[in-house]
């Protein structure tokens, strides 16, 4: 049995947000440092900003560079850059600096993970926009995640609130072009990649629930035949490759089936359909998870919060959860590598 503790790069996330206080938060829990190896990777201005703000002074062990890397029981790793040139970003603003900052940070633990010192990377909420000014150049921060590590084929953003996990068949592209993006192979590989990554986690057999695009599903062809002509076969196949999927069904009640026990997994057609349903079943803890990456790559299902940014309140409970998850899936990495 392999019993090394896994390695787990931390970013504050967007410095003007509430990232860098709800990383410290979670640092500064004893259990969490015990539970894994922790490379921070930070800028000094912003670190020392948030440990001022949450009265937390993190027990640390400072490096110069990856080359350097090494850990301690119960301290932290940090790699400090400075990215801000000694400066404090204006709170609750996107700006070039902030989203350079937290950019970079994300270039580093990328770079840690290519080199095999990283089986996980945990995120405080970043900003999408400031992330752009900062040097971001594809769609989100997964698909710059994909290319970096040079993963081919199909990665989906999952989103999980307690025991409910969802993944879905388009993004974050405009609702005007989703029935067009929406093809058997799409949801094959969102039911594959869903599947996969639950079985990881633990669940030897996951129960998966596939949306139909339409109102009611459908409702028999009259509201489009994308269900009857798309999302049916394609939920046929995978049932073919020995995945328990179901469906499609009614994108209205799905969730209630789901919250009731039903299902391990809803695959949705577009960005808002589980989002928001998700959202309202537990937004305080919901998780974010990277999937079809080498390594696991999550995050809390909050963003960076920029209203109440430096009030010392963000609640970390859903980073927590996430953190929990990336130490699983991380361990279970290591587990199959050790005895393959």
């Not at 027990?59 to 029981?73: C, Q, V």
């Not at 990881?200 to 057999?205: D, L, M, R």
């Not at 995978?238 to 995945?243: D, I, K, L, T, Y």
């Amino acid at each position: 049995m392999n019993t090394k503790r896994p390695r787990l790069a931390v970013l504050l996330g967007d410095p003007a947000g509430v990232g860098p206080e709800m990383a410290v938060k979670l640092l500064g829990r004893e259990q969490n440092r015990n539970a894994a190896n922790l490379l921070l990777i930070a800028d000094p201005v912003v670190l020392a900003d948030a440990q001022r703000l949450t009265g937390i002074e993190l027990p640390t062990l400072a490096i110069k560079s990856l080359d350097d890397i090494r850990y301690e029981p119960g301290r932290v790793t940090v790699l400090e850059e400075n990215w801000l040139d000694g400066k404090s970003p204006p709170l609750g603003e996107c700006t070039l600096e902030a989203g350079r900052a937290s950019f970079q940070a994300l270039e580093t633990a990328l770079e840690a993970v290519k080199r095999g010192l990283c089986d996980g990377i945990i995120f405080a909420p970043l900003n999408k926009h400031s992330l752009r000014l900062g040097g971001l150049t594809e769609e989100d921060e997964l698909r710059h995640i994909q290319k970096s590590l040079q993963v081919p084929g199909f990665v989906c953003e999952f989103n999980i609130t307690g025991h409910l996990w969802t993944s879905r068949v388009t993004s974050h592209v405009p609702i005007r072009e989703v029935a067009d993006l929406i093809t058997q192979e799409g949801i094959c590989d969102a039911v594959k990649i869903i599947d996969a990554a639950l079985r990881q986690s633990g669940i030897a057999k996951p129960r998966i629930a596939v949306s139909g695009l339409n109102p009611h599903a459908g409702d028999g062809g009259s509201i489009g035949m994308e269900e009857i002509e798309i999302i049916e076969p394609a939920v046929k196949k995978a049932q073919s490759m020995g995945m328990d999927a179901r469906g499609p069904y009614s994108p209205d009640t799905i969730f209630i089936a789901a919250r009731r026990g039903d299902f391990d997994a809803i695959v949705s057609m577009y960005h808002d359909q589980g989002q928001i349903a998700m959202k309202l079943i537990g937004f305080d803890h919901g998780v974010t998870l990277h999937g079809g990456l080498p390594v696991p790559v999550v995050t809390s299902a909050s963003g960076s919060a920029f209203d109440i940014a430096g009030k010392g309140i963000a609640n970390i409970e859903g980073l927590q959860q996430a953190f929990d998850l990336c130490v699983r899936m991380s361990g279970s990495l290591q587990t199959n590598t050790a005895s393959a």
